[in-house]
């Protein structure tokens, strides 16, 4: 259930690569759908997902495969679909890891009232299916998500609008949490904080490298995030 805002921040997770790591069936998925629906799974490991939506990555598998617009659309939506499908009919097998110092955390945040939405290229059903798998799913009851927008920029805009115009958060503290150098440029593009952790691909100078405005190592050092939410 969604209530009302009580503090002045605001906390945007990603999913896969800062919460979480091992969703190997949302891996699978893609592969079953691009080969039921355009016979092109060769190509689903050519492409770099690390902050990319769903979306994105699909079209830029289909791409490489060297389809037409036309082509790619013909039967898209019925491969996002089939892939929330498979997802969903396969997460209970999943083995996904919830990075270290992630939970303590979290539950720092909420005693602290702290607002927690969701930035996540997965698909909604997928990215609540995964945490809910992962026993996450409780700390976040909105966000923007790939099935909104391809754009990871306006997955934030989709976000912030409903923390602000359904939730009433007026506060002035806004954090964008992510692993990669696409999070910290989705965040911005509306002049929002960013909370790097090198819990992903990318190492803590390259998240420093790409304009991140903290970054951390991991989550067990909830202390050093804690000052820089509160200073």
Do not use: W
């Amino acid at each position: 259930m969604i209530t009302m805002a009580q503090n002045d921040v605001l906390m945007l997770f990603d999913i896969d690569g800062t919460l979480v790591q091992g969703a190997k069936s949302h891996y699978q998925a893609y592969i079953e759908g691009v080969k039921k629906f355009y016979g092109l799974e060769d190509y689903v490991n050519s492409v770099n997902a690390a902050g990319k939506s769903d979306k994105l990555i699909l079209q830029e598998i289909l791409t490489l495969g060297g389809l037409t617009t036309d082509e790619i659309q013909k039967d898209f939506q019925n491969c996002l679909d089939f892939m929330t499908d498979y997802y969903l009919k396969n997460v209970q097998y999943e083995d996904i890891h919830v990075f270290d110092g992630t939970i303590e955390l979290l539950n720092e945040l909420k005693r602290n009232d702290a607002l927690l939405g969701l930035v996540t290229g997965n698909l909604e059903p997928i990215a609540y299916a995964k945490l809910a798998r992962a026993g996450l799913d409780s700390y976040f009851s909105f966000g923007g998500f790939g099935s909104d927008n391809a754009d990871r920029s306006l997955m934030v805009k989709k976000a912030l609008s409903i923390a602000k115009n359904q939730l009433g958060f007026s506060g002035d503290k806004i954090f964008v949490v992510g692993d990669t150098p696409r999070d910290v440029e989705a965040a911005q593009a509306y002049n929002l904080k960013t909370i790097a952790v090198a819990t992903g691909m990318y190492s803590v100078k390259e998240l420093r490298d790409c304009g991140a405005d903290y970054v951390v190592e991991n989550f067990k050092n909830r202390d050093k995030i804690m000052k820089i939410l509160y200073k």
